[in-house]
């Protein structure tokens, strides 16, 4: 859960104020419940994994979520205020109707999100809200247990504010551990709302002691998956006082020992600077704010369902099995509810499932049409997102978007998306991604074989619309070819390459190399090198061609040109000396320079002019910029055309520090004009360009 931030034509998001949901979820309430001795933790099984085996989160999860209902002005769904939908009875009837429909194709959390704890007890751990749930946690969790199904629940990261009690809190367990013990001298708050938590200092030994101590109540009522929320750096936060990362290494190793199995997950937006403490200690990440609108409907496309094509990206390399990027909730099943169209509602669980992200669904499931239920239950969707293989997109210049996997029989999963106003055609060209010769095409929507396709597939979407194909070469070669080839550095006398690494049936790959006019240049052992020795202001066509330990070798890659720079090296042009307009605006920053232009976006662009190279073709730009958010989209203008430019962003509100991507920018020989801008977003804030 998140107050979600919202983006205009300013240039850094803004948080909106959520008061009836902030007013009854986040604020606990008041009523005390006598508290209790703490549960025992459960005996495991010796053949039941712990949080340390290799069972869990093997494939990313499916099930069911109540926040997208807690969160939403629906009429009627929250009748007396933001979270109310939130009880015993409602969370029971969706249990009992994912265990008689959904269970069969695999969906079998039920995750109970903010809003049940009532109050906390005399050792500062939660007690469950009587009035919603009358009957205690355990017995939530042994109804669904006994429907073969799986009970999530929800923390908020820190010691929440009325869990301190002045201090004077005992911690269980311990014998001269208090609340006091746990927090900074200055009580500092943490968490992505700094209304909510006290940051724990875990240089106290009582730390991790009050951390077992709540592992060992969920435990004690069989809870078998936790989200921990508000975390950073992330939920667009960064600063010191919002690092959790030794809150999420508490909770890990508190899950673990308490010897119950259990899914750990973190929320939101969490920075893909620390990926590596995410993979290490959680089962899987969300990667952007909630999908949620906060409105009359549960989503709306624009709100931030579009944004997750572009802001799973840089987080694709870091799914696999044990931990999972998490794109939020699957809020696709009702058409009255959901508040987006047919042809959207597929394009969500497309990209859902080419990621291979956890698939949860949102909805009220006593209030699913048909067409809803048709999508969630096509079992061939399904196994993509359950195959555990992250697709990638081939390009994202503009609105016609193709991702691909490559499957481990051969096959390939590709999606054609429409993210465009207007209906469009969208064409999978096959050696883009590695795929040699012809190929079997099925729609995997409709169930329906296509015949075959040679070299490439053109489908017709409409707004918004997609087609998730597998595609089956008819004749498998035994190596295939490298994918998705793209320049990554140039100096006057180099060109530095990475690409997608290639398949072998019957050995491994071992190298690559790589060709340019027909004449080898360069080999590698991995998916990127260097070649050197070029001439400066030369343009130069690449290929690379895989082979395998027994010496097979794959066809060609797709082709790619790139000019080196001029002999006395590319030139840095500051943004801070281009012309903004439009309320975009030159601030201070810890970037090239000390300046960056910022705001830019709606009416704000920024102006570059002459940028200036010797010979005409694609060029390698260095574009140095910087981006707090999750990811940002400008559409950069090139002496008169224009494509879409995503980079990806740092989720902890960091506007200071400058980051650098490599953009391929065709410009003519002289002077060019670049210009940065977005009609309907807001775009990174630029610091500089090197051409």
Same mark, same amino acid.
């Given at each position: 859960?998140?107050?979600?931030?919202?983006?205009?034509?300013?240039?850094?998001?803004?948080?909106?104020?959520?008061?009836?949901?902030?007013?009854?979820?986040?604020?606990?309430?008041?009523?005390?419940?006598?508290?209790?001795?703490?549960?025992?933790?459960?005996?495991?099984?010796? @053949?039941?994994?712990?949080?340390?085996?290799?069972?869990?989160?093997?494939?990313?999860?499916?099930?069911?979520?109540?926040?997208?209902?807690?969160?939403?002005?629906?009429?009627?769904?929250?009748?007396?205020?933001?979270?109310?939908?939130?009880?015993?009875?409602?969370?029971?009837?969706?249990?009992?109707?994912?265990?008689?429909?959904?269970?069969?194709?695999?969906?079998?959390? +039920?995750?109970?999100?903010?809003?049940?704890?009532?109050?906390? !007890?005399?050792?500062?751990?939660?007690?469950?809200?009587?009035?919603?749930?009358?009957?205690?946690?355990?017995?939530?969790?042994?109804?669904?247990?006994?429907?073969?199904?799986?009970?999530?629940?929800?923390?908020?990261?820190?010691?929440?504010?009325?869990?301190?009690?002045?201090?004077?809190?005992?911690?269980?367990?311990?014998?001269?551990?208090?609340?006091?013990?746990?927090?900074?001298?200055?009580?500092?708050?943490?968490?992505?709302? !700094?209304?909510?938590?006290?940051?724990?200092?875990?240089?106290?030994?009582?730390?991790?002691?009050?951390?077992?101590?709540?592992?060992?109540?969920?435990?004690?009522?069989?809870?078998?998956?936790?989200?921990?929320?508000?975390?950073?750096?992330?939920?667009?936060?960064?600063?010191?006082?919002?690092?959790?990362?030794?809150?999420?290494?508490?909770?890990?190793?508190?899950?673990?020992?308490?010897?119950?199995? %259990?899914?750990?997950?973190?929320?939101?937006?969490?920075?893909?600077?620390?990926?590596?403490?995410?993979?290490?200690?959680?089962?899987?990440?969300?990667?952007?704010?909630?999908?949620?609108?906060?409105?009359?409907?549960?989503?709306?496309?624009?709100?931030?369902?579009?944004?997750?094509?572009?802001?799973?990206?840089?987080?694709?390399? !870091?799914?696999?099995?044990?931990?999972?990027?998490?794109?939020?909730?699957?809020?696709?099943?009702?058409?009255? %509810?959901?508040?987006?169209?047919? @042809?959207?509602?597929?394009?969500?669980?497309?990209?859902?499932?080419?990621?291979?992200?956890?698939?949860?669904?949102?909805?009220?499931?006593?209030?699913?049409?048909?067409?809803?239920?048709?999508?969630?239950?096509?079992?061939?969707?399904?196994?993509?997102?359950?195959?555990?293989?992250?697709?990638?997109?081939?390009?994202?210049?503009?609105?016609?978007?193709?991702?691909?996997?490559?499957?481990?029989?051969?096959?390939?999963?590709?999606?054609?998306?429409?993210?465009?106003?207007?209906?469009?055609?969208?064409?999978?060209?096959?050696?883009?991604?590695?795929?040699?010769? @012809?190929?079997?095409?099925?729609?995997?929507?409709?169930?329906?074989?296509?015949?075959?396709?040679?070299?490439? /597939?053109? @489908?017709?979407?409409?707004?918004?619309?997609?087609?998730?194909?597998?595609?089956?070469?008819?004749?498998?070669?035994?190596?295939?070819?490298?994918?998705?080839?793209?320049?990554?550095?140039?100096?006057?006398?180099?060109?530095?390459?990475?690409?997608?690494?290639?398949?072998?049936?019957?050995?491994?790959?071992?190298?690559?190399?790589?060709?340019?006019?027909?004449?080898?240049?360069?080999?590698?052992?991995?998916?990127?090198?260097?070649?050197?020795?070029?001439?400066?202001?030369?343009?130069?066509? /690449?290929?690379?061609?895989?082979?395998?330990?027994?010496?097979?070798?794959?066809?060609?890659?797709?082709?790619?040109?790139?000019?080196?720079?001029?002999?006395?090296?590319?030139?840095?042009?500051?943004?801070?000396?281009?012309?903004?307009?439009?309320?975009?605006?030159?601030?201070?920053?810890?970037?090239?320079?000390?300046?960056?232009?910022?705001?830019?976006?709606?009416?704000?662009?920024?102006? %570059?002019?002459?940028?200036? +190279?010797?010979?005409?073709?694609?060029?390698?730009?260095?574009?140095?910029?910087?981006?707090?958010?999750?990811?940002?989209?400008?559409?950069?203008?090139?002496?008169?055309?224009? /494509?879409?430019?995503?980079?990806?962003?740092?989720? !902890?509100?960091?506007?200071?520090?400058?980051?650098?991507?490599?953009?391929?920018?065709?410009? %003519?020989?002289?002077?060019?004009?670049?210009?940065?801008?977005?009609?309907?977003?807001?775009? /990174?804030?630029?610091?500089?360009?090197?051409?």
């Amino acid at each position: 859960m998140v107050v979600r931030p919202t983006s205009g034509k300013t240039g850094r998001r803004k948080f909106a104020v959520l008061a009836g949901i902030a007013a009854s979820v986040l604020t606990l309430s008041a009523i005390q419940i006598p508290a209790t001795a703490a549960p025992a933790a459960p005996t495991q099984d010796a @053949a039941a994994p712990n949080n340390a085996g290799t069972q869990i989160a093997q494939k990313p999860y499916l099930g069911w979520s109540s926040w997208s209902l807690e969160s939403t002005n629906y009429p009627g769904v929250n009748p007396t205020g933001g979270g109310s939908w939130l009880n015993e009875e409602h969370v029971l009837q969706q249990a009992d109707i994912l265990a008689a429909k959904f269970k069969q194709h695999g969906y079998e959390y +039920v995750n109970i999100d903010a809003g049940w704890v009532g109050s906390f !007890d005399q050792y500062g751990r939660p007690v469950v809200d009587a009035k919603k749930f009358p009957d205690g946690m355990k017995y939530v969790a042994d109804y669904v247990h006994k429907k073969g199904l799986k009970l999530g629940s929800y923390l908020a990261v820190g010691l929440d504010l009325k869990a301190y009690n002045d201090g004077n809190s005992p911690i269980f367990g311990t014998t001269d551990c208090h609340t006091r013990d746990l927090v900074y001298p200055d009580l500092r708050q943490t968490s992505g709302w !700094d209304n909510q938590s006290y940051q724990i200092n875990f240089a106290s030994p009582c730390a991790q002691a009050y951390i077992q101590s709540e592992a060992d109540v969920l435990a004690g009522w069989g809870v078998d998956f936790l989200k921990l929320d508000g975390v950073g750096p992330g939920s667009f936060k960064g600063d010191a006082a919002h690092d959790n990362t030794p809150d999420v290494k508490a909770w890990s190793a508190a899950l673990k020992k308490t010897g119950r199995p %259990m899914q750990f997950v973190l929320s939101w937006s969490l920075s893909h600077n620390q990926i590596d403490t995410w993979k290490a200690n959680s089962n899987g990440w969300r990667i952007d704010t909630d999908v949620e609108c906060y409105c009359d409907t549960l989503v709306t496309w624009n709100n931030s369902v579009k944004g997750r094509w572009n802001d799973v990206v840089q987080y694709i390399p !870091d799914a696999g099995p044990g931990h999972w990027n998490n794109l939020d909730s699957l809020d696709v099943g009702s058409g009255k %509810m959901d508040g987006i169209t047919e @042809a959207e509602r597929q394009s969500y669980m497309t990209l859902w499932a080419i990621e291979a992200a956890p698939l949860y669904l949102g909805d009220d499931l006593t209030q699913l049409d048909d067409y809803g239920t048709k999508l969630l239950t096509n079992d061939e969707v399904i196994a993509v997102d359950q195959a555990g293989v992250p697709a990638k997109p081939v390009s994202q210049k503009s609105d016609q978007q193709v991702w691909y996997a490559r499957n481990a029989d051969g096959s390939y999963t590709v999606a054609l998306f429409n993210l465009g106003s207007a209906p469009a055609s969208v064409t999978a060209n096959f050696g883009d991604f590695g795929l040699t010769g @012809a190929a079997k095409a099925r729609d995997l929507w409709s169930h329906q074989e296509l015949g075959l396709s040679n070299g490439s /597939f053109t @489908a017709t979407l409409p707004v918004h619309g997609s087609k998730l194909l597998r595609l089956t070469p008819v004749n498998p070669v035994q190596v295939s070819a490298p994918a998705v080839v793209h320049g990554t550095a140039s100096t006057p006398t180099s060109v530095s390459l990475a690409w997608d690494g290639s398949a072998s049936k019957l050995a491994p790959v071992t190298g690559y190399d790589v060709f340019a006019g027909g004449r080898k240049v360069a080999s590698a052992t991995g998916t990127s090198t260097t070649v050197n020795g070029l001439k400066p202001s030369t343009s130069y066509t /690449f290929t690379v061609v895989a082979h395998d330990r027994l010496g097979r070798s794959s066809a060609a890659s797709t082709a790619v040109s790139y000019v080196t720079p001029a002999a006395s090296g590319p030139v840095v042009y500051e943004a801070e000396n281009g012309s903004p307009g439009g309320g975009a605006t030159v601030y201070d920053c810890a970037c090239s320079g000390g300046k960056k232009v910022g705001y830019i976006g709606g009416s704000g662009l920024l102006t %570059m002019n002459n940028i200036k +190279v010797a010979a005409e073709g694609t060029y390698l730009v260095k574009l140095g910029y910087v981006d707090g958010d999750t990811s940002r989209s400008a559409v950069v203008t090139v002496n008169g055309s224009s /494509f879409r430019l995503p980079a990806p962003g740092t989720n !902890d509100n960091d506007w200071n520090t400058a980051r650098t991507i490599t953009v391929p920018i065709y410009l %003519m020989a002289g002077n060019n004009q670049v210009i940065f801008g977005n009609p309907s977003d807001s775009v /990174f804030d630029v610091d500089q360009l090197t051409a």
